[in-house]
């Protein structure tokens, strides 16, 4: 997008990537961000504006209450859109860009105030999509949270005694997924992080990819283990999967985990600048086929192998580019994406293993540190 082309947002950034893209600080309330000609401009109530010129100093802050006192001296009880009008009135803005969640019928009012308002098409901050050497250290940081989280989970489920029908107890209590996602959760708030959904599944629950898991954990059987925390400070996202096993794995389990690995080293080759996703996907698909895993749909159920192989990671869980079948995206240096092969039968289990990868022009480099282990 050139800078000359003006763009408004209208959200808080707590839960809107791009506002929070655009200003750099957590804001719980929507505001208004505006940008005239390569100049930011936010407008904030009291509250916020003095935190704002401190956290945002790359934005002009104006305030909101003189913005509505200032409208006051044409309309009775300026709308928001009467007092954005104004802005881009003082600023001679005719046309605006907006992203496509914009609200619509803030927009429709816009228009009745002569003001263009048109959706950008490949999204506000396409720029977003590459990320920069500082924004890969937070994703990293991000990462980390989801390691020390993970670490902690797998601790207590090593340390935890195998009772009555395989059912796993932890200090004298059943350790059951609730518990042992609270684990989890837990020990990524102490490090600055916040999780949310964090899956721990085990046996057939595993084979529902996002099922968060439920009752109690058994030894010798798989438990996924997904956590994707998002860092407090930063807004960024750390995502990792690992599938142990407490005790012993059977065969089954063994080849599947072997095959999911194996599946991942080859996709890690496969990430390259200029790449196809679909193509890389595409080559997974056929991996598992080969090797026997059949993916299809049987006595009701999906099985086998039948999700993305992986998502580009930011200030969203989710963002482009996708690596999946259907996917029109290239990939190219600077996009960081997840790895997470996985395979489900109920007759065995789930098994899934994810890193997250950046993109460089000598291939894909693992931001991923923590180990993969089977058995515990």
Excluded: W
């Amino acid at each position: 997008m050139s800078k000359a082309e003006n763009i408004l947002i209208v959200a808080d950034s707590e839960r809107d990537a791009n506002m929070l893209y655009a200003v750099g600080m957590f804001v719980p309330d929507p505001f208004i961000y505006f940008r005239c000609e390569g100049r930011c401009h936010i407008v904030m109530n009291d509250l916020e504006i003095d935190r704002a010129r401190k956290n945002a100093p790359h934005c002009r802050v104006l305030s909101y209450h003189q913005c509505v006192e200032k409208a006051r001296r044409r309309i009775k009880r300026p709308s928001l859109a009467a007092i954005i009008s104004q802005l881009m009135r003082e600023r001679r803005m005719r046309k605006i860009f907006v992203p496509a969640d914009f609200p619509f019928g803030l927009a429709r009012e816009l228009r009745n105030y002569k003001i263009k308002v048109r959706v950008r098409k490949g999204g506000i901050f396409p720029q977003r999509e590459f990320k920069s050497a500082d924004e890969i250290k937070k994703i990293s940081a991000a990462l980390m949270m989801a390691e020390v989280g993970l670490a902690e989970g797998l601790f207590a489920l090593k340390t935890a005694k195998v009772g009555r029908d395989r059912k796993l107890t932890y200090h004298g209590a059943p350790l059951t997924s609730e518990k042992l996602r609270a684990i989890i959760d837990i020990a990524i708030l102490q490090v600055g992080g916040l999780a949310s959904h964090t899956i721990v599944a085990g046996g057939r629950q595993g084979c529902d990819p996002h099922e968060q898991g439920h009752g109690a954990l058994r030894a010798h059987e798989p438990i996924i283990l997904d956590v994707f925390p998002r860092s407090q400070k930063t807004g960024y996202f750390g995502d990792i999967t690992r599938t142990v096993v407490r005790g012993r794995a059977s065969e089954a389990v063994r080849r599947l985990y072997d095959t999911v690995a194996r599946c991942q080293e080859m996709a890690f080759e496969k990430i390259q600048c200029n790449a196809r996703a679909s193509d890389i996907h595409r080559e997974i698909q056929d991996f598992f086929e080969n090797e026997g895993y059949k993916t299809g749909r049987k006595d009701g159920h999906m099985q086998g192998f039948f999700h993305g192989t992986g998502h580009g990671l930011g200030m969203e869980i989710h963002e482009a580019p996708r690596i999946s079948l259907t996917s029109s995206d290239v990939l190219k240096a600077g996009h960081v994406v997840t790895v997470e092969p996985g395979l489900y039968y109920p007759q065995i289990g789930g098994v899934r293993l994810e890193d997250v990868v950046t993109v460089t022009h000598n291939g894909a480099r693992n931001l991923t540190k923590f180990e993969k282990v089977l058995e515990i």
